[in-house]
């Protein structure tokens, strides 16, 4: 990795370094920030409403966190600095292999009195910066007041972040680069299978799409990436190489996947991140090779909050064999769950317990839902009602047209002519 030029998030993990930003903030209650070299902000703990928010924008505090971080830099150790606002900063500088990467800053605060004059002058300095705090909803008495014992103590802490920011990504680039070397290796498997150049444009892979999201929700990744593997090359013969076309789909899958995190549980504040980095999928130099290895690496991200939900326990063997086969076997009127039982040589009664406490729902009901889903995409082909029914495993097409309509709230002839 090119420390130079990388990316604060290919460096660090930023989740990981949010909690220990969040304990510093907890335990000084000083806001902490951290920047690139350039001074763009990654991460940060403030408390509502700080003066940041409102000038952290402006080109000329951006310059200050610059020339102040490059001094840093220079000196090897943190640097207290004064505003453009007239408060006061302390500034480190993190260093990985000997390269300056990237600057954490606390602050601001307040080192005198904050009598009237203080205030004046705060308030002049911050309207020469763009920032009228007069006639704004700004809280003065959000300014903190230290001293400079505290402030000298406060650089201190900052180093020992530092220090632990830099053993702790020893641990998170080595995790990056073995993960990087399998996305490398699947984006080319997938090329080889799906080829390179324009393709004649197919069905899209619905049926594989529905089954990667019935593994996600199971937080089961083996098969969870294989299938991500098939849906991959299918979506680029989908597109018949177009790589717009293949963005769009790829982006929403990945909505698809937050959806499905979020409904077995997950906090969407908790999601961000990933659904920060699916925008990603849209960079116009990315290529196909790239977005294989994106979409893969947000997949992974999205399965390991799904595996911690479901309390790290792996998914039972039997029960990823047997919706397997339901996926591929839907079709199959006698599909009974004592039929299904025995093809894992289970009793039914021990399988319908599977179900129960792995997914929170019954045998008829999960088979239900997966034969309505390609009912759905049948009738959106152009196929009746009767022709779904019997497609789908349905021996009765009256109790077919019923069972739809429950559960989707219109009939199948209505559903087929209304989203064609």
């Known amino acids: 990795m090119n420390l130079q030029s990388a990316k604060l998030n290919h460096i660090f993990d930023l989740r990981e370094l949010k909690k220990l930003f969040r304990t510093y903030y907890d335990a000084t209650g000083m806001s902490v920030t951290l920047y690139d070299p350039e001074g763009e902000e990654y991460l940060s703990v403030r408390e509502d409403g700080c003066i940041c928010d409102l000038v952290k924008e402006k080109g000329v505090c951006r310059n200050k966190i610059v020339s102040s971080g490059k001094k840093s830099v220079e000196l090897k150790k943190p640097y207290i600095y004064e505003t453009e606002c007239g408060l006061i900063m302390c500034i480190a500088p993190i260093f990985i292999e000997e390269n300056a990467v990237g600057y954490i800053s606390s602050g601001p605060v307040c080192l005198w009195e904050k009598e009237d004059v203080f205030l004046d002058d705060f308030s002049l300095r911050c309207k020469a910066v763009g920032v009228d705090i007069e006639h704004g909803s700004f809280d003065l008495s959000k300014i903190k007041h230290i001293d400079c014992q505290t402030m000298t103590g406060l650089a201190g802490l900052l180093t020992f972040m530092v220090d632990y920011m830099g053993e702790k990504e020893r641990t998170f680039r ?86 499905t995190a979020v409904e077995v549980g997950a906090k969407i504040t908790d999601l961000s991140d990933i659904v920060k980095k699916s ?142």
Do not use: M, W
């Not at 399998?182 to 594989?208: D, H």
């Open 279 to 420: 925008s990603g999928l849209f960079l116009e130099n990315i290529d196909f090779h790239d977005l294989c290895i994106l979409t893969t690496e947000i997949l992974d991200e999205y399965l390991d909050i799904v595996y911690k939900i479901r309390g790290g326990k792996p998914v039972h063997a039997q029960l990823v064999k047997v919706i397997s086969y339901i996926n591929s076997n839907y079709h199959d009127s006698g599909l009974t769950l004592a039929a299904v039982a025995g093809t894992v040589h289970v009793s039914p009664y021990y399988l319908s317990h599977l179900f129960h406490d792995e997914l929170g729902t019954t045998f008829t009901d999960y088979l239900t839902d997966v034969r309505i889903e390609h009912a759905k995409s049948y009738l959106l082909e152009g196929f009746s009602g009767e022709q779904t029914a019997e497609k789908t495993g349905f021996t009765d097409a009256s109790y077919f047209s019923k069972l739809f309509k429950k559960y989707v709230g219109v009939t199948p002839a209505r559903y087929g002519k209304g989203n064609r």
């Open 174 to 259: 080595n995790y990056r680069e073995e993960k990087e070397s399998q996305y490398q290796s699947l984006a080319k498997e997938i090329e080889t299978r799906s080829g390179v150049g324009k393709r004649e444009i197919g069905e899209y892979p619905v049926e594989l799409e529905k089954e990667l999201i019935t593994f996600v929700q199971l937080g089961e990744k083996t098969t969870a990436k294989k299938i991500l593997n098939d849906l991959l090359a299918e979506i680029f013969l989908f597109a018949g190489g177009d790589l717009d076309v293949i963005k769009a789909k790829l982006y929403e899958l990945t909505a698809f996947l937050s959806r």
